[in-house]
T-cell receptor, first 115, second 113 residues
Framework: EPEVTQTPSHQVTQMGQEVILRCVPI?????FYWYRQILGQKVEFLVS????????KSEIFDDQFSVERPDGSNFTLKIRSTKLEDSAMYFC?????????????FGEGSWLTVV | GENVEQHPSTLSVQEGDSAVIKCTYS??????FPWYKQELGKRPQLIIN?????GEKKDQRIAVTLNKTAKHFSLHITETQPEDSAVYFC????????????FGTGTRLKVLA
């Protein structure tokens, strides 16, 4: 069964450093998402991406965050200058499309620790 | 704004008993309600979903009910087993915007053997 894959699985970074989290969505999917889950808390929406542009973002997704689809397969989340409160599990997700697929499929997550 | 409330935050049941988790959503445009099970350190896994044109759906020991008027939906697990122990999240998908999911705060279910 196709899966959303994410790298790295775990990254430790110094506060103020830039971090790039990578995702490979399921190949025929058109909608891509990043969600965040702080330890012990709920899964929070960050951003959605469709047709090579951001289609929606939450208030969490400020100027420190950016997303990119640099080629036909990868989807990246960049945090420009990490803060302690950015420590969380970051999930990438993808979905087929509007008419045929309601379900979003999550990757295994990238656990980011900012020290 | 869009919000999903989920109760209880923790639930302990004896093996074989039933467990019920309840969610309430605020966005009346929501039309799809998935439930996810998340084991420690793992990704959320879809276990069941329901669309707004259906009142109830069942899959073996798991069932979901939806009351659109009250904007409530619930997860029912019967004959619980220790492997059902996990955190369960409800979510509501809005029909507006980019169809993002808004998640509930999660319920930690412990099934006691």
């Amino acid at each position: 069964e196709p899966e959303v894959t994410q790298t790295p699985s775990h990254q430790v970074t110094q506060m103020g450093q830039e971090v790039i989290l990578r995702c490979v969505p399921i190949s025929n999917h058109l909608y891509f998402y990043w969600y965040r889950q702080i330890l012990g808390q709920k899964v929070e929406f960050l951003v959605s991406f469709y047709n090579n542009e951001i289609s929606e973002k939450s208030e969490i997704f400020d100027d420190q965050f950016s997303v990119e689809r640099p080629d036909g397969s990868n989807f990246t989340l960049k945090i420009r200058s990490t803060k302690l409160e950015d420590s969380a599990m970051y999930f990438c997700a993808s979905r087929v499309g509007l008419s045929s697929g309601n379900t979003i499929y999550f990757g295994e997550g990238s656990w980011l620790t900012v020290v | 704004g869009e919000n999903v409330e989920q109760h209880p935050s923790t639930l302990s049941v004896q093996e074989g008993d039933s467990a019920v988790i309840k969610c309430t959503y605020s966005d009346s445009a929501s039309n799809y309600f998935p439930w996810y099970k998340q084991e420690l350190g793992k990704r959320p896994q879809l276990i069941i979903n329901i669309r707004s044109n259906v009142g109830e759906k069942k899959d073996q020991r798991i069932a979901v009910t939806l009351n659109k008027t009250a904007k409530h939906f619930s997860l029912h697990i019967t004959e619980t087993q220790p492997e059902d122990s996990a955190v369960y999240f409800c979510a509501a998908r809005s029909r507006s915007g980019t169809y993002k999911y808004i998640f509930g705060t999660g319920t930690r279910l412990k099934v006691l053997a």
